[in-house]
């Protein structure tokens, strides 16, 4: 730490930023594997692709159950370990056991399009994202905790910057394999190995990268937290219930959190309807046994590697020019070039071609995985904040679930074609654009 400023929190230096923030590498190789694969490993097994919906209801709603829980809870650990850390020591190797899991649905002998083969699925797919968020959490709450206003932007990039570059390497894996000739069919209702293995991979690595930020990150004790944030030591002792905290939210929570809905109810329909959609539109079958079928996952994959990189390198460009003052404006740019590349989808029929839209939603990625918790936090005195932190993940959760069910409805309305739900997905996008204008910022010249 080199040096305070009028927040009262130092500054600090890049190698404790780094190390806060590289841990996101391997905890988005996990949620990569499970918004890029997770569709095709449940049409694989033999789901039925109208009920594709049902599958992806249960990761948020463990997220809108964990992430309140540790947020809460966290706020008042201390111990040798930390505050936040404890957490994601217990969270990451259980989070490793649920990624080996996972792809072996179908490889028990269940049978394919089986109950027993489905609810497999389901029950790893809850533990997986469960296990995933209490790996995530304590992440996104030491930023709040430790870092000022001056780096939090470079921090929330950092941390976005390092999931992406996860996301690309996990999400490659698959196409890698294939490139060097290992199989991507299997039998009737197994999973690829081309995708078990990348499964395999992301369970070390997040392991690996969760005990190197746990070793290299030290939280404040609660003294030195409550002199940096202004607070009592006896806000600490304090746990106001959920409700309570809700109740008493700042503005900003609740009118980020309506561009939350709009933002994340699009992205869900990313996940679960993109590799249907490049199979059709460009292979020519809906048919998820079919070798064009599991070369559109695979193409899926590398689209996702495509997009993390224009995140990347979007957020190399906006970071030397973000301030506090210019949050607003960054966000709803990336939610207007997000919605433009889910209509271009619509329309897209040639593989090379597909790389364009997918460069504009990982504008709006990384704008909808940054800008958030930087007006977020802004508006934070430092104390409740990972119960805070952790309620606002309900504004990621719950739309997943709205957009899950409205998928029921939706999906035959346009004649099911997964296709055309990117031209559903891309007007809440719009909306979400629309209401980033009505955020009160802290720094906002008014």
Same mark, same amino acid.
């Given at each position: 730490?080199?040096?305070?400023?009028?927040?009262?929190?130092?500054?600090?230096?890049?190698?404790?930023?780094?190390?806060?923030?590289?841990? /996101?590498?391997?905890?988005?190789?996990?949620?990569?594997?499970?918004s890029?694969?997770?569709?095709?490993?449940?049409?694989?097994?033999?789901?039925?692709?109208?009920?594709?919906?049902?599958?992806f209801?249960?990761?948020?709603?463990?997220?809108?159950? !964990?992430?309140p829980?540790?947020?809460?809870?966290?706020?008042?650990?201390?111990?040798?370990?930390?505050?936040?850390?404890?957490?994601?020591?217990?969270?990451?190797?259980?989070?490793?056991?649920?990624?080996i899991?996972?792809?072996?649905?179908?490889?028990?002998?269940?049978?394919?399009?089986?109950?027993?083969?489905?609810?497999?699925g389901?029950?790893?797919?809850?533990?997986?994202?469960?296990?995933?968020?209490?790996?995530?959490?304590?992440?996104?709450?030491? !930023?709040?905790?430790?870092?000022?206003?001056?780096?939090?932007?470079?921090?929330?990039?950092?941390?976005q910057?390092?999931?992406?570059?996860?996301?690309?390497?996990?999400?490659?894996?698959?196409?890698?394999?294939?490139l060097?000739?290992?199989?991507?069919?299997a039998p009737?209702?197994?999973?690829?190995?081309?995708?078990?293995?990348?499964?395999?991979?992301?369970?070390?690595i997040?392991?690996?990268?969760?005990?190197?930020?746990?070793?290299?990150?030290?939280?404040?004790?609660?003294?030195?937290?409550?002199?940096?944030?202004?607070i009592?030591?006896?806000?600490?002792?304090?746990?106001?219930?959920?409700?309570?905290?809700?109740?008493?939210?700042?503005?900003?929570?609740?009118?980020?959190?309506?561009?939350?809905?709009?933002?994340? /109810?699009?992205?869900?329909?990313?996940?679960?309807?993109?590799?249907?959609?490049?199979?059709?539109?460009?292979?020519?079958?809906?048919?998820?046994?079919s070798?064009?079928? $599991?070369?559109?996952?695979?193409w899926?994959?590398v689209l996702?590697?495509v997009?993390?990189?224009?995140?990347?390198?979007?957020?190399i460009?906006?970071?030397?020019?973000?301030?506090?003052?210019?949050?607003? /404006?960054?966000?709803?740019?990336?939610?207007?070039?997000?919605?433009?590349?889910?209509?271009?989808i619509?329309f897209?029929?040639?593989?090379?071609?597909?790389i364009?839209? /997918?460069?504009?939603?990982?504008?709006?990625?990384?704008?909808?995985?940054?800008?958030?918790?930087?007006?977020?936090?802004?508006?934070?005195n430092? $104390?409740?904040?990972?119960?805070?932190?952790?309620?606002?993940?309900?504004?990621?959760?719950?739309?997943q679930?709205?957009?899950?069910?409205?998928?029921?409805?939706l999906?035959?309305?346009?004649?099911?074609?997964?296709?055309?739900?990117?031209?559903?997905?891309?007007?809440?996008?719009?909306?979400?654009?629309?209401?980033?204008?009505?955020?009160?910022?802290?720094?906002?010249?008014?």
């Open positions: 730490m080199d040096r305070s400023n009028s927040t009262g929190l130092p500054s600090l230096r890049l190698s404790t930023i780094f190390a806060m923030t590289f841990g /996101f590498f391997g905890i988005n190789m996990a949620f990569s594997l499970q890029s694969q997770l569709g095709r490993i449940f049409q694989t097994i033999g789901a039925n692709p109208n009920k594709l919906g049902f599958f209801i249960l990761p948020p709603l463990a997220g809108m159950i !964990i992430q829980l540790i947020g809460k809870y966290s706020d008042r650990t201390w111990n040798r370990f930390g505050r936040r850390m404890p957490y994601l020591l217990i969270g990451a190797p259980a989070a490793a056991l649920v990624l899991l996972l792809p072996n649905a179908g490889s028990f002998g269940f049978g394919y399009a089986s109950l027993a083969a489905l609810c497999f389901a029950v790893a797919t809850l533990f997986m994202d469960l296990t995933s968020n209490v790996c995530m959490q304590p992440f996104k709450m030491i !930023i709040g905790d430790m870092v000022n206003e001056d780096q939090k932007d470079l921090a929330w990039s950092w941390q910057s390092f999931s992406n570059l996860g996301g690309v390497f996990a999400t490659m894996i698959p196409f890698v394999l294939t060097i000739g290992v199989s991507n069919t009737r209702g197994e999973v690829p190995l081309t995708v078990k293995a990348a499964f395999y991979v992301a369970a070390i997040l392991l690996t990268t969760s005990i190197l930020t746990i070793m290299k990150v030290h939280e404040y004790d609660p003294q030195t937290y409550a002199q940096y944030h202004n009592s030591l006896q806000d600490h002792k304090e746990s106001p219930s959920l409700m309570k905290l809700l109740k008493d939210a700042p503005k900003a929570f609740w009118e980020t959190s309506i561009v939350q809905f709009f933002s994340w /109810f699009a992205i869900l329909y990313l996940w679960t309807y993109a590799t249907g959609a490049i199979s059709l539109n460009v292979w020519h079958t809906n048919n998820p046994s070798s064009g079928y $599991q070369a559109a996952g695979n899926y994959g996702t590697c997009m993390s990189i224009a995140a990347v390198l979007w957020g460009f906006v970071q030397a020019r973000t301030k506090p003052t210019s949050r607003k /404006f960054w966000y709803s740019f990336g939610l207007l070039a997000g919605a433009i590349g889910y209509f271009m619509y897209m029929h040639n593989k090379w071609l597909m364009i839209p /997918f460069c504009l939603i990982g504008i709006a990625y990384l704008a909808i995985n940054t800008q958030p918790f930087s007006l977020l936090t802004e508006a934070l430092g $104390q409740h904040e990972g119960s805070y932190l952790g309620l606002f993940n309900c504004s990621i959760c719950l739309p679930i709205c957009a899950s069910i409205a998928s029921f409805w999906f035959p309305l346009v004649g099911q074609s997964m296709p055309a739900m990117f031209l559903v997905g891309g007007i809440p996008l719009i909306l979400g654009a629309i209401s980033v204008r009505f955020i009160h910022s802290k720094f906002e010249n008014r």
